[in-house]
């Protein structure tokens, strides 16, 4: 892993102005992590913090992200370990195009020629050509395998697959075309709303406001934090296993607390720091 450019993208991701955390500078955020189960059919199956979900339908397996190059061949080696046959991924999802979320969909679609590919109008593309077009992380660190979108996605567009439905929400700003996703999963017995946040973080020398790093991103910005604000949240998941907290919340789970990944409490303050920071960030670069 290329730690520079992972200090790049957690610096505003852990609401710091430094490139990487101490916490986090000791770990490899694409050091393999054992897959568990969340819920009825939800599993998780990336990195120590690259995260990636994986769901078990009657008719085939979905993928929602891919997590970095290193990541996607562990998250193949984590279906296995289930018990599961990568090459039954029938549908491959993502976040958003950046390398450490974009780049392992090369290696799940290796071990699923069949795999339909379903991204968003603007970050399909990047994702087409490798990372290549990205209004800011340019450079051969940040590019990776392309993988050519079967199906372009709409805001609010349901896929389907046996007897599962994720809805598709365009959140952009950290990337235009960013992607949270919802769905219902049966946690505990009960059925509770799933969401997975793309990302709302600012990374350090995005512009905003007056000059912006791609036009329109400040308003992107402003209409994905009504958007999440909007969204049923019970079980909190994210694009980075941080995000939500994975780590103490696979603790609880492990001592038999199987409802500690509903948490719409901290869902809703993760959303209240990050809109917090945008608008600090917004104000320190138009005074």
Known sequence: MKATAYGILSAAVLGTAAFVSPALAADK????????KIGEGLYYVGSVDYASYLIATRAGLIVLDGGSAETGKQIVANIRSLGFDPAKVKILLN??????????????????????????????????????????????????????????????????????????????????GCTTWTFPVTVAGKVRQALVHCSSSVLPGYKLGKTETYPGQTADYERSFATWKSLPCEVFLG??????????????LEAGHLEAFVDPAGCKAFYGRQEAAFRAELKRQNP
């Open 29 to 36: 955020p694409d050091a393999p992590a054992a897959p568990f």
């Open 239 to 252: 694009s980075h296993a941080m995000f939500f907290g994975l780590a103490n919340k696979k603790k609880a």
């Open 95 to 176: 976040t958003h195009q950046h390398f450490d979320h974009a780049a392992g969909l090369a290696a799940l679609k290796a071990a699923a020629p069949a795999a339909k590919l379903y991204a968003s109008a603007a970050d399909g593309p990047i994702i087409a050509a490798g990372g290549r077009g990205d209004p800011f992380l340019k450079g051969e660190r940040f590019y990776y395998e392309p993988v050519r979108p079967a199906v372009i996605l709409k805001d609010k567009q349901k896929v389907t697959l046996g007897g599962w439905t994720l809805t598709a929400h365009v959140t952009g700003g950290h990337t235009q």
